[in-house]
T-cell receptor, first 112, second 114 residues
Framework: EDQVTQSPEALRLQEGESSSLNCSYTVSGLRGLFWYRQDPGKGPEFLFTLYSAGEEKEKERLKATLTKKESFLHITAPKPEDSATYLCAVLGSGGSNYKLTFGKGTLLTVNP | EPEVTQTPSHQVTQMGQEVILRCVPISNHLYFYWYRQILGQKVEFLVSFYNNEISEKSEIFDDQFSVERPDGSNFTLKIRSTKLEDSAMYFC????????????FGPGTRLTVT
């Protein structure tokens, strides 16, 4: 069964203080790893898809990277509006074609 | 920018009652999903739907649950006889192409069973 573990559970940064969020995963054949942002009481908002080790994607202050065992979401010079829960999800090839398996997320708070 | 919409935003129901949660996926999308998130827990997959039939369902999606695409725009989740443990946020998602193409989520319906 696919498993996703995110760390840390919560992260508090000062505005401008760069950091990284970790997503460790176990799948039998990774078909895709997805990063989402979730604001309180809202649905997950799609950020990135990564398909293979070594791949990187960037969007504004966010950069996602992927290895064979984990993914990192790097946040450069964050602003208070980056405060949210960041979710990692995987799609494996071990019997499920459609099911995304999510981690519990990292709650990021950026203080001004 | 096109987005998935869901109604109602909040539904309160009594145990044993039937509820229908409604979703309008992004218009050119072909793959549809329901997920749920119990407060403080992970987002969990319930069911996927393609070409007017269920393509995959989780162990959570038992006989009390059903899905339907009654017309060309709506996608519904019905819970036949709600239980207290069905209280959760229910998210509809849609995807333009088959996995591993990204899934776009709606804002959710908060279901409270009393």
């Amino acid at each position: 069964e696919d498993q996703v573990t995110q760390s840390p559970e919560a992260l508090r940064l000062q505005e401008g203080e760069s950091s990284s969020l970790n997503c460790s995963y176990t799948v039998s054949g990774l078909r895709g790893l997805f990063w989402y942002r979730q604001d309180p009481g809202k649905g997950p908002e799609f950020l990135f898809t990564l398909y293979s080790a070594g791949e990187e994607k960037e969007k504004e202050r966010l950069k996602a990277t992927l290895t064979k065992k984990e993914s990192f979401l790097h946040i450069t010079a964050p602003k208070p509006e980056d405060s949210a829960t960041y979710l990692c999800a995987v799609l494996g090839s071990g019997g499920s074609n459609y099911k995304l398996t999510f981690g519990k997320g990292t709650l990021l708070t950026v203080n001004p | 920018e096109p987005e998935v919409t869901q109604t109602p935003s909040h539904q309160v129901t009594q145990m044993g009652q039937e509820v229908i949660l409604r979703c309008v996926p992004i218009s050119n999308h072909l793959y549809f999903y329901w997920y749920r998130q119990i407060l403080g827990q992970k987002v969990e997959f319930l069911v996927s739907f393609y070409n007017n039939e269920i393509s995959e369902k989780s162990e959570i999606f038992d006989d009390q649950f059903s899905v339907e695409r009654p017309d060309g725009s709506n996608f519904t989740l019905k819970i036949r006889s709600t239980k207290l443990e069905d209280s959760a946020m229910y998210f509809c998602a849609s995807s333009e192409r088959s996995p591993p193409y990204e899934q776009y989520f709606g804002p959710g319906t908060r279901l409270t069973v009393t």
